[in-house]
Structure formats: C-alpha cells, structure tokens
C-alpha cells in the first residue's frame, strides 16, 4: 500500500450562485486519520466528494502526493469509501461483498481469496462469511463495509458518518474497532462526521469547520484546550461563555475583570488590548473551583445539582444573572443544595479569552 499526502489548495465549490466552499486549504498527512467536524451542512460530505472525484471543483487544486488529481477519474484515484447507509450488496454473502472490488480489479483468483480472508479476519467476520447481509446486525454489516473498502488495499479512506446508523453503544464500539484498523494498516484516511465525542476519540486532527470554512485545525487536546474562536470553544465540549472586561494595571500587568468585579491576572493575554474593553470568556465546566463565600471568587448561589456517582453536576447563577455549568468530582459527604451561597474560582491558565463577538482568540 503506497502512502499518500492529501494536499487541497484554495478549493471552491458552488452549486449555481450557491457558494459552499469558498477557499479551502488543507495537508492531511501520510498516515494520519484526520476529521472534518462541523454542524450539519458545513461542507464536509462536500469536500470528501471532491477527494473522492465524485463533485466538479470550481477552483483550486487536489493533489496526492505530487500528482493533481483534479480530472482523475475516481476509480482510478485508488479510494476505499463508507458510508453511513454502509452500501453494501443485499444479494451478495459476506465474502462476496468483501471480494467485490477485487473481482472488479481482475485479480488472479487465489489472490482474491487470500486477500478477502485477510481482510474478513482483520474485521472478525469470517464466521459470518457465507451469510446474506440481512442475518447481520448493523454492526457487522459495518464491518462488512469496512472489510471491502479495505481488501482493494486503496490509498486514501473516506469515511462519511459511518457509525450514524447504530445505536450508541455499538456506536462505541466500532469507533475503537475502525480506529485500531486504521492504526494498524497506517493508511491516510479522511473522517467526516457531526459528533464531536467521536471526532475526539479517533482523530489524530480534526478540521473544525462552519460554514464552508476551516474554524481550526487540530489535535483533539489542542482544540479543546485552546480553542481559536468561540465557535470552536462551543462546538467542541461543554463550555460556560461570560462577559469580562479588560482591566490594565498602571504597572502594565494585564488581566480581566468578571460582571461582579473579580479580578484575574492574564499574562497570555495579547497585548494592545485597551482598558475596559469588552471580552468575551470560554471556561470549561471542570474548570471552576467552588470555595466558601467568605473567599475570593465570583458570587454565585447553586440553582441545582445532580450526583452522578464519579461526579456532581451543578448549575449556579452567578450574582451578575450569568448561569454557569459546574462538573466536580463528587465530594460525597458535601455535595452543595439548592440555594447554597458559594463563590467560584478559576486559574487563570485555564481561561480562554476572546473578542467581545468571539470570532478572535485574545491569547498569545
Ligand atoms: N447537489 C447539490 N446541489 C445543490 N446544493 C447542494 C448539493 N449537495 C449539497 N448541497 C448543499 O451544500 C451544503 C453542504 O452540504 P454537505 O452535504 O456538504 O454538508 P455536510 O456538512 O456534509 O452536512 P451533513 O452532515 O448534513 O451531511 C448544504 O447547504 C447543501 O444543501
């Protein structure tokens, strides 16, 4: 399996006047298992259809490795596709659905079986191997699609949402399942789907995108802890958005002021923001630390919490009428009631600051 640099340089692509992708730029490595997330109708099936030749491109320039591949006709740019309806064929065994492509490629015979028993004990189906997809569970029918893109040996994955279909926990499971394959066959492979929490788990990187546009690219840790806007803050995990306002010390030192007037210093603040400018915050909900009201912190009084076992979820209103979403670890002889008066503190490393529209990153 030779490896393959995907390299995408000022895509556009419009239906009629109906810009979807105004100007994409992108390198997804050899070997990587890179996503595109973003909400339903961003673009991603779109900019996969354009890796896998099946939509015109209006401008820029698809290459794998060195060659464009603009006007390669898609079976010969070498892909394995899955899809979300898994497509694979109702009135072929399993073995049959695995060795399709293979039969399509006029393989020597015995090739074609020692590839397709490699691939259905790769994705332990060989025990379901004469069967007709309808006996399946949906999981091993995904499985099935799996085995067949792969057994063709491609180049390049394209998976588009191909876990949708099952139900949570197989969901789960087959995300470990197509992660680990894909570490194992180290073949670079394109990800689309809307599910942050299954982005996180099997992505090396993961392009977050809205609208047509790449928000920020990636590790799942990077995006998550230092997101580039807002939008990225809120897509990916749970966050509590506040109002601050940029607060200069005569000695120069930066920081920012919360609604009822706590203070926190910033050194990774950008610098040239002026006094009393109004910003915008991102705080993760595991980020807050609840001490006594008698200490410093932003005043706050619990509207309700919920024990969860490992951990206690609460929803606090903050005295400036903000609402903040608290996760802790269960402290299970003092687990706070309604109406408890607490204050909350936060590091200052662990804030992510903003523009006041939050389309900009404050951080250095
Ligand atoms: N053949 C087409 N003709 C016209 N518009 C299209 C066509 N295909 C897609 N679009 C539009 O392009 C935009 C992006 O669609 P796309 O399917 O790429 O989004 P997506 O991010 O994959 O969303 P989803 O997760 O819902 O599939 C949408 O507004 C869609 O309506």
């Given at each position: 399996m030779d490896k393959v640099?995907?390299?995408?340089?000022?895509?556009?692509?419009?239906?009629?006047?109906?810009?979807?992708?105004?100007?994409?730029?992108?390198?997804?490595?050899?070997?990587?298992?890179?996503?595109?997330?973003?909400?339903?109708?961003?673009?991603?099936?779109?900019?996969?259809?354009?890796?896998a030749?099946?939509?015109?491109?209006?401008?820029?320039?698809?290459?794998f490795?060195?060659?464009?591949?603009?006007?390669?006709?898609p079976e010969?740019r070498n892909i394995g596709m899955v899809?979300?309806?898994?497509?694979?064929?109702?009135?072929?065994?399993?073995?049959?659905?695995?060795?399709?492509g293979?039969?399509?490629r006029?393989?020597?015979?015995?090739?074609?079986?020692?590839?397709?028993?490699?691939?259905?004990?790769?994705?332990?189906?060989?025990?379901?191997?004469?069967?007709?997809?309808?006996?399946?569970?949906?999981?091993?029918?995904?499985?099935?699609?799996l085995?067949r893109a792969l057994a063709i040996e491609p180049s390049v994955l394209l998976m588009?949402?191909?876990?949708?279909?099952?139900?949570?926990?197989?969901?789960?499971?087959?995300?470990?399942?197509?992660?680990?394959?894909?570490?194992?066959l180290?073949i670079t492979t394109v990800?689309?789907?809307?599910?942050?929490?299954?982005?996180?788990?099997?992505?090396?990187?993961?392009?977050?995108?809205?609208?047509?546009?790449?928000?920020?690219?990636?590790?799942?840790?990077?995006?998550?802890?230092?997101?580039?806007?807002?939008?990225?803050?809120?897509?990916?995990?749970?966050?509590?958005?506040?109002?601050?306002?940029?607060?200069?010390?005569?000695?120069?030192?930066?920081?920012?002021?919360?609604?009822?007037?706590?203070?926190?210093?910033?050194?990774?603040?950008?610098?040239?923001?002026?006094?009393?400018?109004?910003?915008?915050?991102?705080?993760?909900?595991?980020?807050?630390?609840?001490?006594?009201?008698?200490?410093?912190?932003?005043?706050?009084?619990?509207?309700?919490?919920?024990?969860?076992?490992?951990?206690?979820?609460?929803?606090?209103?903050?005295?400036?009428?903000?609402?903040?979403?608290?996760?802790?670890?269960?402290?299970?002889?003092?687990?706070?009631?309604?109406?408890?008066?607490?204050?909350?503190?936060?590091?200052?490393?662990?804030?992510?600051?903003?523009?006041?529209?939050?389309?900009?990153?404050?951080?250095?």
């Amino acid at each position: 399996m030779d490896k393959v640099k995907i390299k995408i340089s000022h895509a556009l692509k419009q239906y009629g006047n109906n810009v979807i992708i105004p100007d994409l730029s992108v390198v997804i490595e050899e070997g990587e298992f890179f996503t595109l997330l973003g909400p339903s109708g961003c673009g991603k099936t779109t900019l996969l259809r354009m890796i896998a030749g099946f939509n015109t491109i209006e401008g820029g320039d698809f290459y794998f490795n060195d060659q464009k591949i603009n006007d390669l006709a898609p079976e010969k740019r070498n892909i394995g596709m899955v899809f979300q309806n898994y497509a694979i064929f109702p009135h072929l065994t399993v073995k049959k659905n695995v060795a399709f492509g293979l039969q399509n490629r006029k393989l020597p015979k015995d090739q074609i079986e020692e590839r397709t028993q490699k691939f259905l004990g790769l994705m332990k189906i060989e025990e379901y191997q004469d069967r007709l997809p309808e006996r399946l569970s949906g999981g091993q029918q995904q499985r099935v699609a799996l085995a067949r893109a792969l057994a063709i040996e491609p180049s390049v994955l394209l998976m588009d949402e191909p876990l949708s279909n099952l139900d949570a926990k197989l969901r789960v499971e087959m995300r470990e399942v197509i992660k680990e394959i894909q570490n194992k066959l180290g073949i670079t492979t394109v990800y689309v789907t809307h599910d942050q929490e299954e982005a996180m788990a099997v992505s090396d990187r993961i392009a977050v995108m809205n609208q047509g546009v790449i928000q920020q690219i990636g590790t799942p840790k990077n995006l998550y802890q230092r997101p580039s806007n807002l939008f990225v803050a809120t897509f990916i995990g749970r966050t509590n958005v506040l109002k601050v306002e940029a607060s200069l010390k005569a000695d120069g030192q930066r920081g920012i002021t919360f609604s009822d007037g706590y203070y926190v210093t910033m050194d990774s603040m950008v610098r040239g923001v002026e006094d009393k400018t109004p910003l915008t915050v991102s705080i993760r909900p595991e980020e807050f630390e609840i001490v006594p009201e008698d200490q410093e912190g932003i005043g706050a009084t619990v509207e309700y919490s919920t024990f969860l076992g490992l951990n206690t979820h609460y929803f606090v209103n903050l005295d400036s009428g903000e609402r903040v979403e608290i996760i802790q670890e269960s402290r299970i002889d003092d687990i706070l009631d309604k109406g408890s008066r607490i204050r909350l503190q936060v590091k200052k490393e662990k804030i992510n600051l903003f523009t006041e529209d939050g389309s900009k990153s404050l951080m250095r």
